[in-house]
C-alpha cells in the first residue's frame, strides 16, 4: 500500500517533536505517525479497524504526521491538493504491516527533581508543584520563556539537576541561555513534547508567593530593564574590544618587521635600484638642497666644527657619504685634508662635479656617483667620515645605515666618524586648539559626521614646528646614538621613559626631535639642536598627537615607552609605537 504524509501544525505553527526538532517514530511506534503526538486523526486511519484513542495526558487531534491515500482509485477518496504533494512512501514489505499504537509500550518520563516517573507532562508538572513547589507555569511566565527557553529550561534541569528552590531563586542572566541546551539530554523526554502556548492562554495564574498576576508582569518587566541594561553593556564591551582587535591588528601589520625572523640590519643595502630609486630622485632637484643650505643652524655648525677644528683634518683622506652639492667636501677641503672622496647615488651629483671644478678643488675632491654599498672607492681606507645623514626623527629615511656600512668598511683604524654623538628626546605637549583642530573638526564637516577619520589622522605622525609656549614638561632622552661604536640593529629600539609635567593642563601630544654633537678629538665641541625652544630648522619635530588627552599636574610624572622600528615594507621610513598612561598608539613616520 502506497501512502502519503502530510505534516499537520500545533498552534503558533510549531511541531512539537519527539527531540524538539523532529523525527521520525522509531521501532515500536505505528510506521509514519509522529510519535510527538501519537494522536490519530477522527475515525481512525485508512484501512485501521477503527479509531485509535490518544494516550492519557494527549488531545486528540494533534498529530504532526498522518496518513492519506497517496492516489484516487477505486475505494479510495480523492487526495487533497496539498497532501497529493507530499513525496510517496513505499511499503514495500507485507511482513512489516502495520503495527498497532494500542500495542505500544507507555512511555514515562521521570520527575525533575526525584525518582518518579509519570506518564504524562501534565503528571510530572502537577507533581513537582505539590512535592517540590516548582510551578512550570511560572518559570515561563517569569522569565518570559517561548518555545526555545522552554526546551533548554528542560535539557538544563536534567543536566544540571539543580534544586527546586535554586531554580525558584533565579533573575537574569539565566544560566540555560547556551545553545548546548538546546540537545536533548533525555531521550524521548515527554517534557519536551509539552505545549507550552497552553500556559500562556491561562489567565488565572499566581506566583508561589501569592503574588498577582500584575506583580508578576511587573516583575518580568523588571527582568527585562535587567536584561536590557546587561545587553547594553555586552555590546559596549564587545564594541571595546573590537577596538582592541583593530589595534591588535594594526600593529601585528606595522610591526610585522620586528616578529621577522630575518634581521633587518642588511634592509637598505640591498634594496634594489627600482626600490629605491623614489628616495634617490627626490635629493636630484636642487629644491631640497636650497632648503638644506639655507637652513644655518645645520650648514653653519658643520662649517664651525670643520673650520674650528682643522687639526681633525689636515693631511687627512676624508669620505663624504652622501654629499649632494659638495658643501661638507669643500669645508673639509679648506681644511687641509689631503684627498676627499664624496659619493651620492642622485643626480645631483652632476652639478656638484661642476660647483667643484668652479671652486677649483678637482684635485682634492673626487666625486663618485653610485650608492656607497655598491661603489668601488679609488682608496682602501679613509681617516675620517662625514656625512649629514640625519632625518626627520634623526632615524627617518635610515641613512645612518648607509655611514655604519661606510665606517665597516672603509674607516682606518683609529679612524673617526662626524657627527660622532646624537640622542632623541621626547617631551610633552599641551595644545587644546591645535587637537581640536586635528580631532574634532571631523565630528562636524559642513554638518556631516566624519568621525570615522580620526582613525586615519591618528597614527600619522606630523612633522611640524610646536609653538614653544605649548610644551608642559621637561624633556627625556630616549636614544642615544655613539656613531663610532653602534651597529645596524642598534637603530631599532624600545626605551622607557619619564616625562616631568611643568604646569597643570592636559597632554594632548608627545613631540620627538634630536641632538647632535661633534665632539671626539675636538678643540672646539659644536652642538645643535632641533628642539622646539631652539632656533627653527628644517628637521622641525615630530608630532604623536594623542587620541585622548591625559589630564596632567606640575611635577607629575607622565610614564611611558617607545619603540622605533624600519617599516618592514619600506626600511626607510619608521613604525613608532608610543605608550603613555597605559593607552599604546602606533603611529607611521613614511
Not at 564591551?237 to 582587535?245: F, H, P, S, Y
Not at 661606510?406 to 605637549?429: H, N
Request: hydrophobic share 35%; aromatic share 8%.
Amino acid at each position: 500500500m502506497a501512502v502519503a504524509i502530510t505534516r499537520k501544525w500545533g498552534r503558533g505553527g510549531r511541531c512539537t517533536p519527539r527531540t524538539h526538532v523532529g523525527g521520525l517514530p522509531e521501532r515500536g511506534a505505528l510506521r509514519g505517525v509522529c510519535m510527538c503526538s501519537r494522536a490519530a486523526p477522527a475515525g481512525g486511519y485508512p484501512g485501521s479497524p477503527g479509531p485509535v484513542p490518544p494516550p492519557p495526558g494527549q488531545r486528540a487531534g494533534r498529530s504532526h504526521l498522518s496518513l492519506v491515500p497517496a492516489a484516487p482509485g477505486p475505494g479510495r477518496p480523492p487526495v487533497a491538493e496539498e497532501e497529493a504533494e507530499m513525496p510517496e512512501l513505499s511499503d514495500s514489505s507485507g511482513e512489516e504491516a502495520w503495527e498497532d499504537e494500542e500495542d505500544l509500550p507507555e512511555r514515562q518520563t521521570p520527575c525533575l527533581f526525584c525518582d518518579r516517573l509519570f506518564s504524562s507532562a501534565e503528571d510530572t508538572f502537577s507533581h513537582c508543584k505539590l512535592v517540590h513547589q516548582f510551578n512550570i507555569s511560572n518559570m515561563i511566565h517569569k522569565h518570559a520563556l517561548e518555545f526555545y527557553g522552554y526546551i533548554k529550561l528542560i535539557n538544563f534541569v536534567r543536566m544540571k539537576k539543580p534544586t527546586a528552590e535554586y531554580l525558584n531563586s533565579l533573575s537574569s542572566p539565566l544560566p540555560w541561555e547556551e545553545e548546548e541546551y538546546l540537545k536533548p539530554e533525555l531521550e524521548d523526554d515527554l517534557l519536551l513534547q509539552f505545549d507550552i502556548e497552553d500556559l500562556y492562554a491561562s489567565t488565572n495564574i499566581s506566583e508561589p508567593n501569592g503574588l498577582s498576576d500584575n506583580t508578576a508582569i511587573l516583575e518580568q518587566l523588571k527582568c527585562t530593564e535587567h536584561r536590557a541594561k546587561l545587553a547594553e553593556t555586552a555590546l559596549a564591551r564587545a564594541q571595546e574590544d573590537l577596538q582592541k582587535m583593530r589595534q591588535f591588528a594594526q600593529d601585528f601589520v606595522m610591526n610585522a618587521d620586528v616578529r621577522s625572523n630575518s634581521s633587518s640590519s642588511s634592509a637598505i643595502a640591498e634594496l634594489r635600484d627600482d626600490e629605491d630609486g623614489v628616495y634617490f630622485s627626490s635629493y636630484g632637484h636642487y629644491g631640497i638642497h636650497e632648503e638644506m643650505l639655507k637652513d644655518k643652524v645645520r650648514t653653519e655648525s658643520y662649517r664651525d666644527f670643520i673650520y674650528k677644528n682643522q687639526h681633525i683634518f689636515k693631511g687627512k683622506v676624508v669620505l663624504d657619504v652622501g654629499c649632494g652639492t659638495g658643501i661638507l667636501s669643500m669645508f673639509a677641503a679648506k681644511a687641509g685634508a689631503k684627498k676627499v672622496i664624496a659619493v651620492d647615488q642622485s643626480e645631483i651629483v652632476y652639478q656638484a662635479m661642476d660647483i667643484i671644478r668652479l671652486n677649483n678643488l678637482e684635485d682634492t675632491i673626487t666625486l663618485v656617483k653610485g650608492r656607497i654599498e655598491e661603489v668601488d672607492l679609488p682608496v682602501e681606507k679613509v681617516d675620517i667620515i662625514i656625512s649629514e645623514w640625519m632625518g626627520y626623527f634623526l632615524l627617518f629615511e635610515s641613512m645612518l645605515d648607509s655611514v655604519i656600512y661606510a665606517k665597516d668598511k672603509y674607516l682606518a683604524e683609529g679612524g673617526s666618524v662626524y657627527p660622532d654623538i646624537c640622542t632623541i628626546s621626547l617631551v610633552a605637549i599641551g595644545d587644546k586648539n591645535k587637537h581640536a583642530d586635528r580631532l574634532a573638526f571631523w565630528d562636524d564637516v559642513y554638518g556631516f559626521n566624519m568621525s570615522c577619520m580620526k582613525k586615519a589622522v591618528i597614527p600619522e605622525a606630523v612633522v611640524e614646528v610646536v609653538d614653544p609656549s605649548t610644551l608642559i614638561s621637561e624633556a627625556s632622552v630616549v636614544k642615544r646614538i655613539d656613531c663610532h661604536t653602534t651597529s645596524i640593529p642598534d637603530l631599532e629600539f624600545s626605551s622607557d621613559f619619564t616625562l616631568t609635567i611643568t604646569e597643570n593642563t592636559v597632554c594632548t601630544a608627545v613631540a620627538g626631535y634630536f641632538d647632535i654633537f661633534f665632539e671626539k678629538n675636538c678643540h672646539n665641541s659644536v652642538m645643535f639642536s632641533t628642539g622646539p625652544q631652539c632656533t627653527k630648522t628644517h628637521w622641525k619635530q615630530t608630532v604623536f598627537l594623542l587620541e585622548n588627552p591625559i589630564s596632567v599636574k606640575t611635577g607629575e610624572a607622565l610614564r611611558g615607552k617607545i619603540t622605533v622600528v624600519k617599516n618592514r615594507k619600506d626600511p626607510r621610513s619608521l613604525i613608532i609605537t608610543l605608550s603613555v598612561n597605559n593607552t599604546k598608539q602606533t603611529y607611521s613616520l613614511q
